[in-house]
C-alpha cells in the first residue's frame, strides 16, 4: 500500500523536528554541566558556550512536532527489552498534549528563567540604585545616612548637593534618606536576607512569573478559557515586560500584585477579600500614587452584587475585608512617610 507523497513528507518532517529537538535539548544540557568547548574540526573552529541558543532551538524544534501531529510510529520490533521501555517512554511523551494550566505554569517558569537568567545583578540606573541601595538600608535598621562633612560646605542647602538621584538632604541633621517607596525595597530586603545579594535580583523575575499566572487567573474568571490563555501568552511574551523584567525596577512587581488582587477580588468569599486586600496593600507599598485603585476595587463586589441582585451582606463582608486589609498600606506608607520627612503627606 503506497503513502501519499505529502503523508511522507509530514512524517520525515516530525522525525526531523524531533530529532532536532532531542539534540538541542542534550546539548543545552551538556553545555549547563560541562560548561561549554572551542575546539577546531576540520580546520574550522567551533565554540558553544551558552545553553540558552540550544534550549531555544530545541523548544521550537518540539513545537514544529507537536504542530505536525506529534507522534512517530517507533520500530519497536527487533529491539531489547530495555530499549523498548526507553521507546514505550518516548512514544508517551510525543504523544503528551500540555493541559491548558500546564501550558500556564510553562509560560509562567518560562519567563521566570528569562528573568534569572539575564538579570543585570547590578544596580544600574538611578531608580534600581534607588531600590537596592535602600534595600540594604532596611537591612542595616536605619534608613538615615549621616553625612556631616555636608556641614562644612560654605554655600546654601549645601547637603542636597551631596544628595545622589533617590535620596533627599535633611539639612538639620545633616543626613540623607531614600525617597523611593518602600514595597520594592522590602522585598529585595527579604529576599537577600534569605538568599544572599544574588536573590536579591529573582525577586522581580518571580512576580514576572505571577504576573503571567495572574492574568491567566483573572482570565478565567471574566472570560472563556481560550481567552485567558492568550491573555496569559501576550503578557509573556509583551516586549516591554521582558525588558522590564531583568531589572530591579518596581514596573513588573507592582503589576503582579495589583493583578493578584483583582484575581482573589473576583472570587467570592471573605478569604479572597482579604488576599486581595493583602496584595494591594503591598501594591500600595511599591507605587503609593496608585493608591485610588485600591478605592476602585473596594467597589467591585458591592457593584456586583447591586447589579446581580443577590449577595449582598456576602459582597459587604468582602469588600470590607478588602478596604481593611489594603489600608495597612496605606498606613504604612504614612508612617514612614513621618518617621522619613517629618509628615505623613511628604
Partial sequence: MSVHPERRAVRVARRAALALAVVGGVWAGGLVVFGGFDSEVFGVRVRSHEPLRPLIAACAAFAVFVFLGGRVRWPLPGLTSRTRRVTHALRAVTRWRPSERGQVLALSLAVTVFGVAYATTVAGGSDSYGYVSQADLWLAGDLRIAQPWAAEASWRSSGASFAPLGYRALDDDWAIVPTYSAGLPLLLAGAKAIGGQEAMFWVVPLLGGVLVLATYGVGRRVAPPGAAVVAAWLTATCPVMLYMVVSPMSDVPVAAVWMSACYFLLRPGTMFGILAGLAAAV?????????????????????????????????????GAFGVCAAAGVTAVALINRDLYGSAFV
Avoid: D
Fill in 283 to 319: 501594591a500600595v507599598l511599591i507605587r503609593p500614587n496608585l493608591v485610588f485603585i485600591a478605592a476602585v476595587l473596594a467597589i467591585w463586589p458591592l457593584w456586583q452584587a447591586v447589579s446581580s441582585h443577590e449577595g449582598g451582606r456576602r459582597a459587604l463582608r468582602q469588600s
